[in-house]
């Protein structure tokens, strides 16, 4: 999946597959252009967390070619009506080709040769007026469209195994409950949560309660030492396990593991693209966003479990002399090489930054508080930073020559909540200010508390 960078929140154009679009669109530098490979991935670029809150409206444009149905990929009805759980104000076109007519479910088509200009108008006016180049009239809006204020056709119902869309306070109780879990898996999918648990529950509520449960793929005995009947669950080409129960039809089984299937390839797609939002590419350690979410919360729970949690800031010592003296390919080295070394030094669950180009970050936070009991919290992050340190000032880096090991040297900052600060910016600050007074002092020092502890 690719971006193009426009005035973010105002048109958010995600492309699914080989639509043509893209030159006429890129001119506008007030749409914010995204292409996705396939229609699952169009659906995890909708749902991406990182978009969340958004002020801008979001269109999604299909090439019939990247058509679930079309790419044997799953179900077309099924993958609109996905969109429209995900944001209920999608409009979803379609590119026409060959003169074929739109399935039923978009709110429209749009010719190849359709500009940016013709798109907006489009959106605006919910048609095209004859000087929009290439745009397509769309289809007449239903009667429930029009009550709803609506262009183009209601949002299908969704096919078996699918959850019914919301309906009327008259509707059944159980209508409600089902189409809620189904909100709550795409809750799950923004938070980052699994959601193979919930997604099964809600099948067992749609079956009527049936039996019904997943093996994993390799699991010894899987589906076949039980008088169950199976159906394969597969996540793209990959076969991830099997559905089993001993009281439904094949012929429901199969469509829902199907189901199944693609919400664990949308999980999947929305791991990868949080990987991708809060890791640094080059040392993968996590990157100055993840940063900025995580301590505040860190900070918050620390303060409601009255647990300590410490902020290492440091950065590499002439670290530009080393870059200029040597390049850039060894100054990746050295970057690398230290986030490598301080995954051996800390703990499990503490969380190593890169905020800025040579400038890293280390929060020490234990969330079920110290494994040992007596443990003195800024004592033992301090042993833990300064064995850090060593090991840095001992490292052999391969491309630095005769200025490694023992020339590359780190100084930092320990500032421990609640003592140094009790919010972020106040931590980052006296971490920030014990930095700066350890290479006052000449560098190769890490500082924790009034004094500075150097080494």
């Given at each position: ?193 699994p959601v193979l648990a919930p997604a099964m529950d809600l099948l067992r509520a749609r079956a009527g ?247």
């Amino acid at each position: 999946m690719q971006h193009s960078a426009g005035q973010q929140g105002e048109l958010r154009v995600i492309l699914v597959g080989q639509t043509g679009l893209d030159a006429q669109l890129r001119r506008d530098p007030g749409l914010e252009l995204i292409r996705a490979r396939t229609a699952l991935d169009a659906l995890g670029e909708l749902s991406d967390p990182l978009d969340r809150g958004a002020p801008g409206r979001a269109v999604v444009i299909v090439d019939p070619r990247a058509e679930p149905s079309a790419a044997g990929a799953g179900d077309l009805t099924e993958f609109l009506a996905g969109l429209r759980r995900v944001d209920p104000q999608v409009r979803v076109l379609r590119v026409a080709r060959n003169g074929d007519a739109a399935p039923a479910g978009y709110d429209g088509q749009l010719a190849p040769d359709t500009d940016a200009s013709g798109l907006r108008r489009f959106i605006a006016n919910g048609s095209a007026p004859a000087q929009a180049p290439g745009a397509i009239e769309p289809k007449p809006a239903s009667a429930e469209a029009r009550r709803q204020g609506r262009q183009g056709p209601a949002a299908p119902e969704p096919l078996a195994p699918a959850l019914p869309e919301p309906q009327a306070p008259a509707a059944s109780a159980r209508a409600g409950d089902e189409a809620g879990g189904e909100l709550l898996l795409l809750r799950r999918l923004a938070d980052g949560e699994p959601v193979l648990a919930p997604a099964m529950d809600l099948l067992r509520a749609r079956a009527g309660g049936a039996e019904l449960r997943f093996a994993p793929a390799g699991e010894r005995s899987g589906c076949a030492n039980e008088p169950h009947a199976a159906a394969p669950v597969r996540v793209g080409e990959e076969l991830v396990g099997e559905l089993c129960s001993p009281t439904m039809r094949p012929a429901d089984l199969g469509p829902a593991a199907a189901w199944l299937g693609a919400w664990l390839e949308l999980e999947r797609t929305q791991t990868q693209l949080r990987e991708a939002a809060y890791r640094d590419p080059l040392t993968g350690a996590w990157n100055r966003r993840y940063f900025d979410e995580f301590l505040p919360q860190a900070i918050e729970e620390a303060g409601a479990s009255r647990h300590l949690l410490t902020v290492l800031l440091f950065d590499i010592d002439n670290f530009k002399r080393f870059n200029d003296a040597h390049g850039h390919a060894a100054g990746d080295e050295i970057l690398t090489e230290c986030v490598r070394l301080l995954h051996t030094a800390v703990r499990p669950t503490d969380k190593v930054c890169r905020i800025g180009g040579d400038e890293f970050a280390v929060i020490f936070h234990e969330p079920e508080g110290p494994r040992e009991p007596n443990s003195r919290h800024p004592t033992s992050v301090h042993d833990i930073a300064e064995r850090f340190r060593r090991l840095v000032c001992g490292a052999r880096f391969s491309k630095l020559g005769d200025d490694a090991p023992g020339h590359l040297t780190i100084s930092g900052g320990l500032a421990t909540f609640p003592w140094d600060g009790r919010t972020s910016a106040e931590l980052m600050q006296r971490a920030d200010e014990l930095a700066l007074e350890g290479k006052s002092q000449g560098k190769n020092v890490i500082a924790l508390g009034p004094r500075g502890c150097g080494g």
